[in-house]
């Protein structure tokens, strides 16, 4: 569904923390634009310019929100350079990102896509920085989107979208979460278990509870992904395996 | 008050930690049950699968909230075992949460309680996840409960709900709070202050600023229990106690 | 501006991190007064009792908010103390905070101030704890004021309000943010550059992008201060300076 029915919630996903003041400066520019907008905080310790936990926290929390909703994301390295910004709309849901790949899980979830790239329009300050556009387009776009008052096709010229290629073949670590679960790129759960880059085996188990102590299993995660999980501890920890680690599917 | 009369107000109170997907889905469930809630973060960095923590911030946090408040807890280890999964109502305030103690601090505070072991009802989704219930099935029902299109009788059968029994005599360090002060489980002012396990012993003060430099005192903290507090410093990191230590009462 | 026309929005700032209760706490203390209250979160990692960065936070945050907004501030490593506590009113905007410097940075950017020590209210209660006021005194006058039932000059005596003074002439790091941008104490881009202590000199950019890898660079940042960074990584860790370290204005 590409078309986009504004409901008036906006969420929030940063890298930015919550220590510093930039996510309570975007809350007060999308307030200025509209007092009855609901803020919905998703996660602001995204590590700092990890566009990929990035791109998988969206894709946890997002296809939970009621249709009509907005997503302004910011995890975003290439601020200061050519990078373009982007709203997307796709399942009815609307996304305010930059063009760095960050909306590149949620989007395919939700279904055909379309896109825009923030040119001009009447909710953009006259000055802007060189390193907050999170607060200076960002916010401003998706405030005044969420509040019905800027039609996505308002911000800019109409550009293709597509997610950024993966290599489909290979079983790869993507992040760890905060219980140390290792949460792999495989989305169909493999009969046989994992194979680890030092041999061993984690056998595919339905939940942690089946798990024997010290063991490392697989099992579908949550979000439909399979994941390294070890009972009581962290599977992270446990193997040394990081972000990018290759696994085999066990025959 | 075991009566329950909604006011929309939710709060969210877990493990999940502020980087990944997972609030942020609970949150989308809630808002597609009814776009009106008023979602409140409690607090999502209590330490992973930590129950007696997250039992201690939801006995500070929770009581100060008006009656007709919903409380969705979801720290919970044993998700994807048979621990049962309940609603309580206590002082007019309804809880949402795992069957693991996490309620054992709170609900005394609020006098009589009812409870129910959620079962079955319209309100959950057809499909769950073994790993994330607190998506599936706590969410849908504190949002159903909230909005006033659920009764909490109606979530399953009654069941008898008590605090897990605690060793009434011994004094323990509960938890240390982030300031590094001692959390213990004693509620009474010790006259004549506490007797560390070397045998030291920290002073009844009535502030922090009656403490001298470099002296532990103990106190009456805000939350009800007596602390040990080192002035403009860790009383955890200066005595080395963790969760568990036994204390004495001073003669 | 020195009056105040309430909106019902209540931004809280904090050091009380987001694993307790705390938050919670005043956040139940804020919806008991008035459930429709709109609380924003600004920032809860604020390190534990650190003034100057707290005074940072509100300064990047408050001023983005609309006016009418009510500010609840809590770094207060005094409580317990004969410090007083203060509603200050500037530029339409109404701060709750301790008077030990939080309000230094974001008062004078609103412009004239004017300022009442709260003393007694129809809000408080009539038992206060020694160690929460943020609970006890700080949120029930947020709430009232924002809810428009109590008035600034009704909370107790008017009082002159200033910040505390500072050294104009020395260049100094004021913080380090999520990135490991060192935030200066400079206003105006210095055309030459900044010159650390161990005597290199970090050129004037004006975006990230400018840098070469691995050169420590100076650049305005977004909330007005000159910043010392270095092109994706920590310009904190690559210089090794802290909180106060001299710079010098390059020839």
Redesign the interface.
């Known amino acids: 569904v590409t078309t986009f029915l504004p409901?008036g919630?906006v969420?929030l996903?940063t890298?930015?923390?919550?220590?510093?003041?930039?996510?309570?400066?975007?809350?007060?520019?999308c307030?200025?634009v509209e007092?009855a907008l609901?803020?919905?905080?998703?996660?602001?310790?995204?590590?700092?310019?990890d566009v990929a936990?990035g791109a998988?926290?969206?894709?946890?929390?997002?296809?939970?929100?009621?249709p009509g909703?907005t997503h302004l994301a910011v995890v975003d390295?290439?601020?200061?350079?050519a990078r373009a910004l982007l709203v997307v709309v796709a399942g009815g849901h609307a996304f305010v990102a930059p063009d760095n790949g960050l909306l590149d899980e949620v989007v395919p979830r939700l279904g055909a896509a379309a896109a825009w790239r923030i040119e001009a329009h009447a909710w953009l300050p006259a000055a802007r920085?060189?390193?907050?556009h999170g607060?200076?387009v960002l916010a401003p776009t998706a405030a005044a989107l969420a509040a019905g008052r800027l039609r996505p096709e308002a911000v800019g010229p109409s550009v293709a979208w597509a997610p950024r290629p993966r290599d489909g073949d290979t079983i790869v670590v993507r992040y760890a979460?905060?219980?140390g679960n290792l949460v792999t790129s495989l989305r169909e759960p493999p009969p046989g278990g994992l194979v680890l880059p030092d041999g061993t085996r984690a056998r595919l188990v339905?939940?942690?509870?089946?798990a024997k102590p010290g063991e490392v299993v697989a099992?579908?995660?949550?979000?439909g992904y399979v994941e390294l999980a070890l009972r009581?501890g962290s599977a992270a920890a446990s193997t040394g395996l990081t972000r990018g680690a290759r696994l085999g599917d066990a025959p």
Chains 1, 2, 3 share one sequence.
């Open positions: 409901s919630i969420t996903t890298d930015f923390g919550t220590a510093d003041g930039w996510v309570g400066a975007m809350k007060g520019v307030l200025r007092r609901v803020l919905v905080d998703v996660a602001h310790d995204v590590p700092p310019q936990c998988a926290t969206l894709a946890v929390a997002a296809p939970e929100m009621p909703t390295p290439g601020v200061g350079t920085s060189a390193t907050f607060r200076d979460d905060r219980f339905r939940t942690y509870a089946e099992l579908m995660g949550s979000d009581d």
